[in-house]
C-alpha cells in the first residue's frame, strides 16, 4: 500500500506542474501581446518626434544648421532616434520684428490650405499617400512627409473640415461639406 500514496502524490504533482506550464505560456502570451501593443506604441512616438523635430527645423532657421535628428537617403529618421543630441542655439536669436516678411507673392499656401484645396477637387475619398503624393507634385520645392499629411488630415477631422473612412486597415479622407467654387461639379452650369 506504500505505492498507492506515492502515485498519488505525484499524480498530484503532475497534475499541478501542468496547471503551471499552461499558466506560465498564458502569461508568456498576454506580455507578447502587451509588448508588441508597447514596441508599435514606441514606434509611433519616435515617428511623431522626427515629425516635432522637422517642424522646429523649419520654423527655427538655426535649427536647419544644427539638425538633431539624422536623416538617411530614403528621408526617414536612422534607427538610432534614441541617441538624439538636443538643440543647442550657436547664435542669438534674431530679432522676430526684424524679421522680413515674405511677399505675398513669394508665399506658398499652408499645408492645411493645400490639402483643403486638393480634397476640395477630388470626387472620390483619398489617402494621405495620395494626398501627399499630389501636393509633392504641386509643390516640387517643398519636402512634404506623409506623416505630416496624415497628421494634417485628421487635424481637418478633429476641426469638421474633413470625415475619415476606413476600408479594411486602409484610411480615406473626404471634405465633410463642399464649398463653394472649390466643390467639384457635377455637370457644367450655364
Known amino acids: 500500500m506504500s505505492e498507492s500514496p506515492g502515485t498519488e502524490l505525484a499524480s498530484a504533482y503532475s497534475a499541478r506542474i501542468a496547471q503551471d506550464l499552461e499558466a ?21 512616438v519616435r515617428e511623431n518626434r522626427v515629425v516635432l523635430e522637422r517642424l522646429q527645423q523649419a520654423l527655427t532657421p538655426q535649427a536647419a544648421a544644427t539638425a538633431s535628428v539624422p536623416v538617411s537617403a530614403s528621408g526617414t529618421a536612422d534607427a538610432d532616434t534614441d541617441a538624439v543630441v538636443p538643440h543647442q542655439r550657436t547664435e542669438a536669436a534674431p530679432n522676430r520684428r526684424a524679421v522680413a516678411k515674405p511677399s505675398p507673392a513669394e508665399t506658398k499656401p499652408s499645408l492645411v490650405e493645400a490639402v483643403h484645396a486638393y480634397l476640395a477637387q477630388q470626387g472620390e475619398p483619398r489617402s494621405a499617400t495620395d494626398v501627399a503624393e499630389a501636393i509633392r507634385a504641386a509643390q516640387p520645392g517643398r519636402t512634404i512627409k506623409t506623416t505630416v499629411i496624415r497628421t494634417t488630415l485628421e487635424n481637418l477631422v478633429a476641426r469638421n473640415r474633413a470625415r475619415r473612412t476606413k476600408q479594411g486597415r486602409a484610411v480615406f479622407y473626404t471634405l465633410s461639406t463642399p464649398e463653394g467654387p472649390e466643390a467639384p461639379e457635377d455637370g457644367a452650369e450655364s
Open 24 to 44: 506560465n505560456t498564458q502569461e508568456q502570451d498576454r506580455l507578447a501581446t502587451e509588448i508588441a501593443a508597447l514596441e508599435e506604441q514606441l514606434r509611433a
